[in-house]
Structures are given as structure tokens and as C-alpha cells.
């Protein structure tokens, strides 16, 4: 027991010695830095030992101490990792502009009626007549000759007109689409 308590103080008088006189100087403490601010450590240092030691005070100590303290750096980095939230939330007040366009060519024009359809309503006029000629053709046959030319040139007449009315149609559901261009701007 007796050998512990001579152990302990000596323990700490060894450690302190250590520390305050015997700690090797950081390389920026021998001069100033890169960036050309002078180090910083409060006392002036005592001349160097020829063992490449100098003697640190307590102020030069807690210089270094506070300099290199893990704690405070974390808490610089929250400081500077809330200025640029504050910076990021001041943008979001700015308005945000979306633009989109675009130009599509096509080789054939896009149509509402497929080419079956458009046949038969541009051709609705000679086909209603075929049909008429057809269903009237056993009739025809009894009615004299200049009535049969008569009805042959109304429905001649008649088939025409349709044809013209489904050319109409057909040309009412032409869309120029070969050429087709879109765009858009939102503001928000």
C-alpha cells in the first residue's frame, strides 16, 4: 500500500512535466503559416533546447487545445451547415420557370378517317347511284327510252352532288399534321 501511494504522485508529476515541458512544438508554431497569420499561443516561447524542444506555457497549451478540440470543429460545421439551409430556404421564395418544347415531322399526314373511310365518302354519290340502279333496274325497263335517259342523267346528277358532299366531309377531317410542334412554360 505503501508503494501505491508514492507511485501516484510521482505518476502525475512525471505526466505533467511531460506535457508542459517536454512536448515537441507543432510545425506551424515555429513560424508563421501558409496563409500568413502568425500562430497564435498567447506567451512568447522560450528559446529552443538543443534537443529540438521548447518549453510550452499554459497559454500556449490552451491555445493549442482549443485549436485542435474535435468538439468545436463539429460545432463550426453545424454553424456553417445552418447558414447554407438558411441560404437554400431563401430560394425556395424565388419562382421556379419550366419550359418544354418540342417539333415532330411526319411523313404522313395523322387523319381521322382511315383510307377505307375516305373512299367511301368521297365516292357515297357513285355508290348510292349503283345501288339505285341496281334496285330500279327491272322498272326501268318498262318506262320509255327518253325516260330512262332522263332518270340515267338525274342520277348521273344525283351521284355527283353526293360525291361532292363526301369529298367535303372527307376534306373536313383533313388535319395538317406532317408539321406539328408543342410547347409549354409553367411559372410556379
Known amino acids: 500500500?505503501?508503494?501505491?501511494?508514492?507511485?501516484m504522485p510521482m505518476m502525475a508529476r512525471g505526466l505533467v512535466f511531460g506535457l508542459l515541458v517536454l512536448l515537441p512544438l507543432p510545425s506551424d508554431a515555429q513560424g508563421p503559416r501558409a496563409d500568413g497569420?502568425?500562430?497564435d499561443y498567447g506567451e512568447a516561447l522560450a528559446a529552443p533546447s538543443g534537443s529540438g524542444t521548447m518549453?510550452?506555457?499554459?497559454?500556449?497549451?490552451?491555445?493549442m487545445a482549443l485549436r485542435n478540440n474535435k468538439q468545436m470543429s463539429v460545432a463550426k460545421m453545424k454553424q456553417e451547415l445552418s447558414a447554407y439551409k438558411r441560404?437554400?430556404?431563401?430560394?425556395?421564395?424565388?419562382?421556379k420557370v419550366n419550359?418544354?418544347?418540342g417539333y415532330v415531322w411526319m411523313s404522313r399526314d395523322i387523319s381521322i378517317l382511315n383510307d377505307d373511310q375516305k373512299s367511301?365518302?368521297?365516292?357515297?354519290?357513285?355508290?348510292?347511284?349503283?345501288?339505285?340502279?341496281?334496285?330500279?333496274?327491272?322498272?326501268?325497263?318498262?318506262?320509255?327510252a327518253a325516260t330512262q335517259a332522263k332518270v340515267a342523267q338525274d342520277l348521273t346528277a344525283f351521284a355527283g352532288?353526293?360525291?361532292?358532299?363526301?369529298?367535303?366531309?372527307v376534306e373536313g377531317f383533313r388535319t395538317d399534321t406532317?408539321?406539328?410542334?408543342?410547347?409549354?412554360?409553367t411559372v410556379t
Open 1 to 7: 500500500m505503501n508503494k501505491t501511494k508514492t507511485k
Open 87 to 95: 441560404k437554400s430556404a431563401r430560394t425556395e421564395y424565388l419562382p
Open 55 to 63: 518549453l510550452l506555457t499554459l497559454d500556449i497549451c490552451r491555445a
Open 99 to 101: 419550359a418544354v418544347g
Open 161 to 169: 352532288a353526293l360525291n361532292q358532299i363526301g369529298a367535303g366531309i
Open 178 to 185: 406532317r408539321n406539328m410542334m408543342g410547347g409549354a412554360v
Open 120 to 144: 367511301t365518302m368521297s365516292n357515297m354519290g357513285t355508290n348510292a347511284a349503283t345501288s339505285l340502279q341496281n334496285a330500279l333496274g327491272p322498272l326501268a325497263s318498262v318506262l320509255p
Open 37 to 39: 497569420d502568425a500562430p
